[in-house]
């Protein structure tokens, strides 16, 4: 019998057969974790099938067989053959991710440096010197631990050059599994307790001894389990030793029992007691539904009984907030489990979602398992080994959820399917919403994606019959849940305050009302759009925006010219820089700064006055969430403020501390970013300022007015949601675009009837698909070389295979043109198939091929 493997060796593709030695025979299947040689290596494998034939005539044998259980299921392995297939990524990175870290290791090198004294040192490099002295000091190591001690540096090569002169000793490895089943010991009472009773009188020779054995077994002839010896010792101050006497007795059993590292302790005991939003146990009676949340239950539950015969259609559950869309999922949970299967239940950020958490840990008891990015590498492992035997019913976590090993997955949701987060922005890029659908197909699950701002390719889906569709267009009315209307919005013309003289942050609208709000002991949220800070030009007096005139996409600054036009851009997480200055005060001494156009190259000198009317108040933009903070303190010197963005919440526990605060009302005034956009339940929160509604519309990209309405109609959604009422407050510089208003509207409809009109036109998804093509590189030049060639060869490429309706756009420097000191630079294909040009194109290396993009930046 052959084995096809795929092995565990970055970038590499293929798969390989191996024999299967007698000692395995039987042992194997696919899904199996494996050990093989490769080259000269021992590597890591996963079995995808086997074989009666080979179709090479030598082959190697399997060597060992790491776990007895298949760590993949079979539709896990498809849906790692269609991810690696779709995204063009190696299967070895996109069987990885189903595989829990610590258990899953690369083949790596071992260095070690030869004792040399008499090395003449002018011979070695720079590099070449570091590595030799961090290996005679260290003694050592292997190359991944090397790696952290030379960022963007190639030492390999170096290193290459010191093994060939005999000065380092090289040798490959497999690093062990870093993560096993946790075992404890256990003791249990033998016989029956009459028998144990009557032997109590002699079980020792000193009366120290005879106390703490006689304790230890009343003990456990009270207890009749087995129990962790750690319980015994406590109860009877009795030490292993006597335990062990009590055994070679016969008294008492030794054991060991595997037992599970359950991170969500700690989380029961919170959802217990109810930190969040303080709807208790009591609220997760069963509710009657409303009728809109009737029909499109209809609809999920007709969908349960026609999946038993065949293929379904995922659903788009599209329903503003607060209108039961969390509540239909706890039910189709509840439908999946009754069939005797499982469901995986996606969201954003479990920190960040902590009600829909609590929500399932309280209708599943003892059922749900959480992933997350904090979890230790052995908690990690245990749920991962708890799905694989079904004993958890329900999974909870972010993207990386979708890839545990539930034995029969019923169902997937996609909560607020919309969001970035499902995209895994590093290799292999691909986006977890729709893997969701693929996987679910494989699974014969049923998919429930569900949000308030749906992207315009999901909804366009769900018009074409890509997906089924089913609406709730109003919130829960309010006698019954406390929730009530959407907030009405008003929309505040920033201009207007600068000619009537305000020259401050918050509109006098905004003031007014965070006073009453503070004065009747309610809280307000203000929000600050991350994204696009201190970039793009605009006229304070007229809010005209400079656009290129080529291709009218905004036009950014920067500050050193355009031969060196990668210089001046500031990174993409600086949140919290520079408040809105004029541009020539940034750098007093520096030349005029230049505009770049980032989808056509375009650039033009910064100019002194606005094109349209002729004002000289003409800015770049930008606005942190510590400025906005600083003036709530200026104006209210006795509220309490919180600020929650990413300087805040670094450390551990960030999260869960801020809102757990701000959720008891330890403070008044939330003020934060993106993180707010993601489906908190505040009771408290009457006002929503937004207080600068156009950053993120004005970026060069054709998914900019997207995230932006998506983003604007979430953060007004936290306003209002109980009894109270609420308002929100968006202050803009540009109250005319129909990106603002259709979110000040929460006109979902409006946005998408124009949004895809625009798409249309421009041939963005879903009327075409792009692909995204990034280089990075210390030097810019090394970048713009990568990037012109590149771009040569596939404009060559689309000529030859005759693909006229494939356009190539760029190579341009990419929005975030440096970061951390390295230069981007991309070329996008725009067309019916992208993806199939670059297939089987040479000299990808070190590219970033994004082929389902959510973002040109
Ligand atoms: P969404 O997920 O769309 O934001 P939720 O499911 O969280 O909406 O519902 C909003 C609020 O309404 C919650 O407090 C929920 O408990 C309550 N709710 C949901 N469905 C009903 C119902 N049929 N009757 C009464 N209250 C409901
Ligand atoms: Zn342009
Ligand atoms: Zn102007």
Same mark, same amino acid.
């Given at each position: ?180 089943p946790k075992f404890v010991r256990t003791a249990q009472l033998a016989v029956?307790?009459?028998?144990a ?19 230890a077994l009343?003990f456990l002839i009270r207890e009749p389990e087995a129990v962790d010896v750690a319980w015994v010792y406590a109860e009877s101050?009795c030490n292993l030793?006597d335990l062990q006497e009590l055994a070679e007795?016969e008294l008492i059993l030794l054991g060991e029992t595997e037992i599970w590292r ?429 207080? #600068? *509604? ?6 060069? !990209? +054709?998914? %900019? @007015? =997207? /995230? &932006?309405?998506?983003? $604007? ?56 698909? #792009? *692909? ?6 210390? !030097? +810019?030049? %090394? @970048? =713009? /070389? &990568?990037?012109?060639? $590149? ?67």
């Amino acid at each position: 019998m052959f084995a096809q493997v795929a092995v565990n060796v970055p970038s590499v593709s293929g798969v390989y057969s191996y024999h299967i030695p007698d000692s395995l025979a039987g042992a194997l299947g696919p899904g199996s974790l494996v050990t093989v040689s490769f080259g000269v290596q021992t590597v890591q494998g996963v079995v995808l099938g086997l074989a009666e034939t080979s179709p090479v005539p030598k082959t190697k044998p399997i060597l060992e067989l790491l776990d007895p259980l298949p760590v993949l299921t079979a539709p896990q392995l498809e849906l790692a053959q269609y991810l690696a297939e779709s995204t063009l990524s190696p299967l070895a990175s996109t069987v990885g991710l189903m595989l829990p870290p610590g258990l899953s290791q690369q083949a790596d090198t071992l260095y070690e440096a030869r004792s040399s004294p008499e090395i003449p040192d002018p011979e070695l490099s720079p590099t070449a010197g570091r590595l030799l002295s961090l290996l005679t000091e260290r003694g050592p190591l292997r190359g991944r631990q090397i790696d952290r001690h030379f960022h963007n540096v190639d030492w390999r090569r170096s290193m290459q050059w010191l093994v060939r002169r005999g000065w380092v000793v090289g040798r490959s490895i497999l690093p062990p599994p870093s993560v096993r089943p946790k075992f404890v010991r256990t003791a249990q009472l033998a016989v029956p307790p009459e028998q144990a009773e009557a032997a109590t009188p002699s079980l020792g020779k000193t009366e120290a001894t005879l106390e703490r054995r006689q304790a230890a077994l009343r003990f456990l002839i009270r207890e009749p389990e087995a129990v962790d010896v750690a319980w015994v010792y406590a109860e009877s101050s009795c030490n292993l030793a006597d335990l062990q006497e009590l055994a070679e007795r016969e008294l008492i059993l030794l054991g060991e029992t595997e037992i599970w590292r359950d991170p969500l302790q700690k989380s029961g005991q919170r959802a217990q007691r109810g930190i969040f939003g303080g709807d208790g146990a009591a609220a997760e009676k069963q509710l009657v539904l409303t009728a809109p949340q009737q029909q499109a239950w209809e609809l999920i539950l007709e969908t349960f009984h026609r999946r038993e015969r065949g293929a379904v259609l995922p659903i788009l559950l599209h329903g503003v907030t607060g209108s039961g869309k969390t509540e239909l999922y706890l039910r189709a949970a509840a439908e999946t489990l009754r069939r005797g299967r499982q469901a995986i239940v996606l969201v954003p950020e479990i920190a960040l979602t902590p009600q829909t958490v609590q929500r399932f840990l309280r209708r599943f008891p003892g059922q749900v398992g959480l992933i997350h990015s904090r979890l230790s590498p052995g908690e990690r492992y245990d749920t991962w080994r708890r799905a694989r035997t079904g004993q958890l019913k329900v999974l909870i976590g972010p993207r990386s959820a979708l890839f545990a090993p539930l034995p029969a997955v019923g169902l997937i949701v996609v909560d607020e399917c919309h969001d970035a987060s499902y995209y895994q922005s590093e290799p292999p890029f691909y986006n977890g919403a729709v893997a969701a659908q693929e996987y679910a197909a494989l699974c014969g699950a049923v998919c429930l994606l569900g949000s308030a701002t749906p992207s315009v390719t999901q909804r366009y889906a769900a018009e074409h019959r890509g997906l089924a569709l089913a609406e709730l267009r109003e919130r829960i009315p309010s006698h019954s849940s406390g929730a009530g209307e959407l907030a009405p919005v008003t929309v505040v013309d920033m201009r207007e305050e600068l000619k009537g003289g305000n020259r401050g942050i918050f509109s006098r609208l905004l003031e007014r009302e965070l006073a009453q709000v503070l004065g009747r002991g309610e809280q307000a949220i203000l929000f600050m759009n991350r994204r696009g800070t201190a970039t793009y030009v605009f006229c304070r007096e007229c809010g005209h925006v400079l656009k290129c005139p080529r291709c009218d996409t905004p036009l950014t600054m920067h500050v050193d010219g355009p031969r060196s036009r990668a210089k001046a851009r500031p990174s993409p997480d600086d949140g919290s820089t520079s408040g809105s200055r004029p541009v020539d005060e940034r750098r007093p001494g520096t030349s005029t700064p230049d505009l770049l156009c980032h989808r056509c190259g375009y650039s033009r000198q910064m100019p002194r006055k606005c094109p349209e009317c002729g004002s000289e108040h003409i800015r770049e933009y930008g606005l942190g969430s510590e400025r906005v903070e600083a003036e709530v303190h200026r104006l209210f010197p006795q509220a309490r403020s919180l600020r929650w963005d990413h300087d805040t919440t670094r450390e551990k526990d960030a999260h869960d501390i801020i809102l757990a605060h701000f959720s008891a009302h330890r403070a008044d005034v939330l003020v934060g970013t993106q993180m707010l956009a993601k489906g908190l339940d505040l009771p408290l929160v009457t006002l929503v300022g937004i207080v #600068l *509604a156009d950053a993120g519309l004005n970026l060069p !990209d +054709p998914f %900019a @007015a =997207e /995230r &932006a309405f998506q983003t $604007l109609t979430q953060v007004a959604g936290r306003a209002g949601r109980s009894a109270l009422g609420g308002r929100v407050v968006l202050q803009t510089f540009e109250p005319e675009s129909p990106v603002i208003q259709a979110a000040a509207a929460q006109d979902y409809a409006a946005f998408y009837r124009r949004e895809l009109a625009a798409r249309r036109e421009l041939r963005y998804p879903p009327f075409a698909r #792009l *692909a995204r093509l990034e280089f990075r590189h210390a !030097d +810019p030049a %090394a @970048a =713009e /070389r &990568a990037a012109l060639d $590149l771009a040569a060869r596939l404009t060559d490429r689309i000529r030859t295979e005759n693909r006229a309706e494939t356009e190539l756009i760029g190579p341009v420097p990419c929005f975030f043109a440096r970061v951390g000191g390295i230069h981007r630079w991309q070329v996008v294909l725009r067309g019916p198939e992208p993806a199939s040009l670059l297939h089987d194109l040479r000299g990808l290396d070190g590219w970033r091929v994004e082929t389902q993009p959510l973002s040109l930046l």
